[in-house]
Each structure stands twice: as C-alpha cells, then as structure tokens.
C-alpha cells in the first residue's frame, strides 16, 4: 500500500512571476516510513509524469519530517538515483527540492530547500495555491462527481432539482488521501484545531473518517454527531458549547444558508466540504467545483428530464437496459473523406507494423513521408504562414521523422521568402535540440508531420521552457493528428498556446481524425494471450472427440500466431475481403477499391466507431454514463455485411461495446446471427465466422451465459465432425 499522495501542481514564483510546474509528494507518517519506501514514493511518483516539473515538494508532518530530510541527507546512492531522473540530454529539469512541514496550528512553512545537483536555484513557492491543488486533483481523479446522464436530472433531498450529484466520501480513496483531506479540513476550518472544541455536527456518516482524520491530527477529543437525514439537521440550534458545523456537499448552498441565516449557526464555525461555487455562499467552501473545472457551470437542465431522486448519498433509479446504436450517416467523421483521399492509398503501413526509426510497432502507423511531401498539405502550410505564423520566428524545430524533416524545409522556406530577408531560418532536428541551439532564437517554430495524441508536441515544449523565455513567440504546427478523441486534441491544443505572456502560443493543425484508442487495449493481445492459455491447458468439450478437439485448437492457435499483422481469415484459408458500396468509403476509392490497404478500412472503421463516441446527439452517442450503458446493435454486422467490415468492428470497437449480457433481447438476437454465421462459414455470408469465434473466446464479444453455452453446444455439433480453427475457438468459449 502506497503512503503518499502525489499530484502536480502548477503556480508562479511568488519572486520572480515565473511559472513552475511542482510535483508534490505528501507523505503519510501515521505508520512508520523507511528510507527505502521514502524514495520508492518519490520514485513512483515521479516516473508516472508526462513531463518533468522544476522542483519536487515533500510534504510531511513536523514530527516527521525531519527523519525524511535526514533519510535524504545520508542515502547518498538512492538520493543520486533519484536526482537523475531530474536531468534530460544533460539538462537540469528539476531544479529543486523542498521539505515542508505541515502544523495543525501553525501550517504549512518550508523547512528546508535543497538545490538539485547542488544548484543553488530555488523559487518562491505558492504553497497555499499547492495544497488547494492537491484536493482538485481528488475530484478529478475520484468518483467524486457524477453528471446525471442525457434526459437526466437529481432531485437533492433539499428538492433542489439539476444535472449534478456530488459523493464526498468518495473524496479519499487511500490512507495517504483520508490524511491529506484531513489536514486539508484543519487548515479550511480553524475551529477543529481549538483545543475547547467539544462538538462537530456532520450531515451524513459518509464524511465521518474525513472528519475523525483532521480531529486526529488536531489532538481533540471533540465528539462527532452525524445527522442522517436533511430534515433533521434543519432543526438543530446552536449548542452553547464550541462546536463546528461540517455540511458533505452541496450544489445551491441551500443548507448552510438555512443554518447561518435561519437557526442561527456562526459562519466561521460552518463548513461545505463541496460546493458548485464558492461565490455567495455562507461559511466556508473548501472545494468549489467551478474551480477545479469550469465545466461544471455548463450543467443545466431544460426542465425535460426524467428525475432520480436522491436520498442521502445513495440514489435510485429503474435499471436500464443498454442502449444500442446503429452506425450510419449521423456518424461520418468529418474529416475522413479528405483524409482517405489524400492518404487511403499509400500513406499508411500496415496493422501493427514498425515505423521507420521506431522501437515498436503500432496498431496504425501512418508513413509521416506521405504527409511531409503532400502537395494540399504544402499549400496549406503556405496560407497558414502568410496567415497565423508570427514573423519574428527564426527557428524550426521538427520530430525526429523523414516527413517532419521535409515539412520542416519547406516552412522554413517559406518563412524565408515571406518575410524577405537575407537569413533563413535554422532548422533543428529536436534530438540535436540543446540550449546553445536556440540562443538567439527570436521566435520558434515546431513541426511535426504526423501526431497522435501529440506526446511528442509536449515533451519538445517543456524543454523550450528551458531553453528559451518564456516571451519569445512560438508556434506549433502539425500537418495530420490522428488522436484518441476530440478531448484529446483540445486537451494537448490547450497545453501548448497557455504560458506565463500575455499572449498565447500559437498552433496549427490541417487534417485531424480522431481514431480511438492504439489497439483498444488491445484485440490482437487478447487473442495472443488466449492462444497461451490453449496451449497450456487444452478445454474439455462435450460431444467433442479429444483428438479432434486437441487438432481443432492447434489449428486455432496457428492461425493467431500468423495474423498478428491482420485479421483471421475465412475457413477457406483465404483472406477477408471487401466489395464496392461501402457507405463511410464514399467517393474516395472509385475505381481503385483492390489498392486499399486493409490498415485503410480498420482506420476508416476505427475513425467512425470514434466519432460516435464523440458525436453530441445523446440519442445516436456511442458513449455510456453512469447510469446507462450503450452497444453496438447487432444490426450493425447485418447492414455492414462484408466479412472486412465485421472483423474490423469486432477489434475496433470497446469490449463495453460489444458486451450484450445484460440485454436479454439484444444477446438473444446476437446469438441467432451468430449461429447462422457459424453454420454457413463455408459461404460468403459466414466468411468473417472465425473472427466472431475468436472475439466469443477471447471475451471481446460477450452474451448472456445460457445463450453462450446453447450458441457452443449447437455450433459444436455443427462442426464436431472434423477438425477446424473455427471449431477450435468454439471450444474455447468462456
């Protein structure tokens, strides 16, 4: 079990105004803390970041932290180890190091601050910024908030009706959590750490371990007594002994407005743990929710909605069953017709192939050659220089890639000739990137032909952090982002253009197509690992005779073995196919449909499983809430019917997606499909027939258990007679 909470956090130097990134550490003391385990945490905490932050805050109590400073003193080795995750091409990202002590009574001061290294830089920490930082991260991280699903709306016990519930119990997940929050609720609400305290009133059980945490740490002895219903704290009045009153959540400040305004209760004794806002509120908030994300505030109701009521912090509601969805026109990518137009034909390798210069193979690799040297790409590059690129830039930076590199010229080419002078601009490959490289630089252009996610974007701007001030322009440009999602590519667009200036950065993007997930974690492993398992362990089938049934696995586990660059293929032993019509390939292979890659089709197929998923209209939205899961309709492999096509949403889509054991109805129509496939697996109608065995076996497509066992036992005998792959996977059902 982990003993600290770590999180980042980001504020400016109280100092200088220079913006930090922070990794904080706070550690749990309440058991005893090895060295070893000290810079295990510190160790574990750092490796799980995206990108290094400039110093590292140790949090710990006062009666502690001193044995975690002296640990750091004299553990020169692991110190040294530690320090030089800090460091990158012989830079120095993290800068410094500093213990905090955290009192109930006098609060947070830093005790000491050590330079990485033996740097002397330090910075003017926004401590108080830190800590509040700290509980966001929570309400990210955990199940705190829950948004009530489309054509939904909670009905609050105060009869307050709108689209959020708010779970403060779920605020602390860990011990290293429950002790943060504790400290946390002592620091927000003075009145715990008085030592005549003698009663704390909480409104639900739920916060009762938050509550007894920070009474702990404060050393008192007060009593804690919950109220279990909103009724029945709307009636208590003011003891005349010191008390505090501590409310679990609210979303209209309606019960410590009644408490203080109507009964009588002192503001500064009255504490919301969570709240929708902190403006106009009485007593104190410790987390206001438009704080930690403005979206918060877009949460209205139109007065439509069913209502779940609530009572206390549990809520009930009539199950649903899941909602499926039909893929169809409401659902093409905008993007995709110009993307496989420019690039269906030539741009892509194929599944799970290794792109030049990389270490490992990806489910889609785009060859970033395509992209660098696209001519409408080009164009675009020559509008959007002339257009939005700031003409102080005098360097370009571009990802280690063939295409970045010739993307790259060509910007810089053009950055020359537009602006007309006699200096070209220095173009850097980013692996060659140092300080002195960029130690005249006036303003810097970074290129890259082909992102995902944009992982590479980030890394190559955290080190311009270090390496240029924070005033000197810079944009950032890609040619074609193939994302997660939508929220991905606005999450690393937002990343880059925010800074310390006053302006933003700039950025450009010209083709992006969000295509899900790299592998949906991943079909092809799964199938891998259900090849492992047959040959350790072969099943035992009735009606099934053990030699064939052995044979008929062989044969299976052969074929996952040599299709992890494709997709099983027919009983035949030929390969999946596709014909002419399909809806989402529109006009782009007229003519040309035998030189599509089969990369191009799972793409395609990949591309619009994710627009779904993103798509705004609840109604056809291939997303699920809380309280509604959604699949796929089992009409999607009638409509789209070439056995390419089915293969490609077997692996494309999410397992959730394609999980029908909850759905009595939609299993049972998924199971009489199945088995006309698997009786005519010899004709065209049937040819995709192993690789539904195969996402059956594998548990990527799912059914209620008693259709699961009657589609294995009357497909078997269907096949018993001679041994086959698809009889192999069959047997193979879990």
Same mark, same amino acid.
């Given at each position: 079990m982990r003993k600290a909470y770590s999180y980042t956090a980001r504020g400016a130097c109280k100092r200088s105004g220079y913006e930090i990134d922070a990794l904080c550490v706070f550690v749990d003391t309440k058991r005893n803390v090895s060295a070893l385990e000290f810079f295990d945490e510190l160790e574990a905490s750092l490796?799980?970041?995206?990108?290094?932050?400039?110093?590292?805050?140790?949090?710990?109590?006062a009666a502690s932290l001193s044995t975690l400073h002296q640990y750091w003193a004299t553990w020169n080795a692991q110190r040294q180890v530690f320090e030089q995750r800090g460091f990158r091409k012989g830079v120095q990202f993290v800068k410094s190091y500093y213990f905090v002590t955290w009192d109930a009574v006098l609060g947070l001061s830093i005790a000491n601050m050590l330079g990485a290294g033996g740097s002397a830089a330090s910075f003017d920490l926004p401590i108080d910024s830190?800590?509040?930082?700290?509980?966001h991260a929570l309400i990210s991280t955990n199940p705190v908030v829950q948004i009530a699903p489309a054509g939904h709306v909670f009905k609050h016990p105060s009869k307050t009706v709108n689209k959020l519930f708010i779970q403060a119990r779920e605020l602390a997940t860990s011990e290293a959590e429950l002790a943060f929050v504790g400290r946390c609720l002592c620091r927000a609400l003075k009145p715990l750490a008085d030592a005549g305290l003698s009663v704390v009133y909480i409104d639900t059980m739920g916060i009762y371990s938050l509550v007894r945490e920070a009474l702990i740490y404060a050393g008192s002895k007060a009593t804690i007594h919950s109220f279990h219903s909103y009724t029945e704290l709307s009636e208590l009045s003011p003891p005349t002994e010191p008390y505090a009153l501590i409310i679990s959540a609210s979303t209209s400040g309606g019960m410590a407005h009644k408490l203080h305004k109507e009964q009588g209760f002192v503001e500064d004794r009255l504490l919301t743990l969570i709240d929708t806002t902190a403006a106009g509120r009485n007593g104190t908030v410790m987390i206001a929710l438009d704080d930690v994300d403005i979206s918060y505030r877009k949460q209205l109701a139109d007065g439509t909605e069913t209502q779940i009521e609530l009572f206390g912090e549990h809520f009930s509601s009539k199950a649903k069953p899941p909602r499926a969805v039909t893929l169809g026109q409401p659902h093409f990518p905008r993007r995709l017709g110009e993307f496989l137009k420019q690039f269906g034909i030539g741009g892509l390798l194929g599944l799970n192939e290794q792109p030049a210069g990389g270490a490992a193979s990806r489910l889609v690799c785009f060859e970033s050659n395509a992209a660098g040297r696209n001519q409408k790409l080009l164009d675009w590059?020559?509008?959007?220089?002339?257009?939005?690129?700031?003409?102080?830039?005098?360097?370009?930076?571009?990802?280690?890639?063939?295409?970045?590199?010739?993307?790259?010229?060509?910007?810089?080419?053009?950055?020359?000739?537009?602006?007309?002078?006699?200096?070209?601009?220095?173009?850097?490959?980013?692996?060659?990137?140092?300080?002195?490289?960029?130690?005249?630089?006036?303003?810097?252009?970074?290129?890259?032909?082909?992102?995902?996610?944009?992982?590479?974007?980030?890394?190559?701007?955290?080190?311009?952090?270090?390496?240029?001030?924070?005033?000197?322009?810079?944009?950032?440009?890609?040619?074609?982002?193939?994302?997660?999602?939508e929220e991905t590519w606005l999450r690393l667009q937002q990343f880059l253009v925010k800074n310390t200036s006053p302006r933003d950065y700039g950025f450009s993007a010209w083709l992006v197509l969000p295509i899900g997930s790299d592998g949906t974690?991943?079909?092809?492993?799964?199938?891998?690992?259900?090849?492992?398992?047959?040959?350790?362990?072969?099943?035992?089938?009735?009606?099934?005779?053990?030699?064939i049934l052995t044979e008929s696995v062989d044969l299976?586990?052969?074929?996952?073995?040599?299709?992890?660059?494709?997709?099983?293929?027919?009983?035949?032993?030929? $390969?999946?196919? +596709?014909?002419? %019509?399909? #809806?989402?390939?529109?006009?782009?292979?007229?003519?040309? !449909?035998? *030189?599509?890659? &089969?990369?191009?089709?799972?793409?395609?197929?990949?591309?619009?499983?994710?627009?779904?998923?993103?798509?705004n209209v609840p109604a056809n939205q291939l997303k699920p809430t809380g309280y509604e899961s959604?699949?796929?309709?089992?009409?999607?492999?009638?409509?789209?019917?070439?056995?390419?096509?089915?293969?490609?949403?077997?692996?494309?889509?999410?397992?959730?997606?394609?999980?029908?054991?909850?759905?009595?109805?939609?299993?049972?129509?998924?199971?009489?499909?199945?088995?006309?496939?698997?009786?005519?697996?010899?004709?065209?109608?049937?040819?995709?027939?192993?690789?539904? $065995?195969?996402? +059956?076996?594998? %548990?990527? #497509?799912?059914?209620?258990?008693?259709?699961?066992?009657? !589609?294995? *036992?009357?497909? &078997?005998?269907?096949?018993?007679?001679?041994?086959?792959?698809?009889?192999?996977?069959?047997?193979?059902?879990?």
């Open positions: 490796r799980g970041l995206e990108t290094l932050p400039d110093c590292v805050v140790i949090i710990a109590d830190f800590i509040q930082q700290g509980l590059l020559k509008d959007e220089i002339d257009w939005r690129v700031s003409v102080a830039i005098d360097h370009v930076i571009y990802a280690d890639d063939d295409g970045s590199k010739a993307l790259s010229e060509a910007a810089a080419e053009k950055l020359h000739a537009a602006k007309g002078c006699p200096n070209r601009p220095v173009v850097t490959a980013y692996s060659n990137l140092t300080t002195d490289t960029l130690a005249q630089a006036q303003g810097v252009l970074v290129v890259q032909a082909v992102a995902g996610d944009g992982g590479l974007l980030r890394e190559i701007s955290r080190d311009l952090r270090e390496f240029i001030a924070p005033d000197v322009p810079r944009h950032f440009l890609a040619g074609v982002g193939l994302p997660q999602s974690t991943n079909a092809w492993q799964d199938l891998s690992e259900l090849a492992t398992r047959a040959q350790v362990q072969t099943p035992v089938v009735t009606g099934v005779s053990p030699k299976a586990v052969q074929l996952v073995q040599g299709a992890f660059k494709g997709f099983l293929p027919t009983s035949s032993g030929t $390969a999946l196919g +596709l014909s002419e %019509g399909f #809806l989402f390939f529109g006009d782009a292979f007229d003519g040309r !449909l035998h *030189q599509v890659p &089969v990369s191009a089709t799972y793409l395609t197929v990949a591309s619009v499983l994710q627009a779904a998923r993103d798509l959604v699949v796929l309709s089992p009409e999607n492999f009638l409509r789209y019917n070439d056995n390419l096509l089915q293969a490609c949403v077997l692996r494309a889509a999410h397992p959730s997606e394609l999980d029908y054991s909850s759905s009595p109805h939609l299993s049972r129509l998924m199971k009489e499909f199945l088995l006309k496939v698997f009786s005519r697996n010899a004709h065209p109608y049937g040819a995709a027939s192993i690789e539904f $065995a195969a996402a +059956l076996a594998c %548990g990527h #497509l799912k059914l209620m258990a008693d259709d699961r066992k009657e !589609l294995q *036992q009357k497909a &078997v005998e269907l096949l018993s007679s001679a041994p086959s792959a698809l009889l192999g996977f069959i047997c193979l059902l879990i």
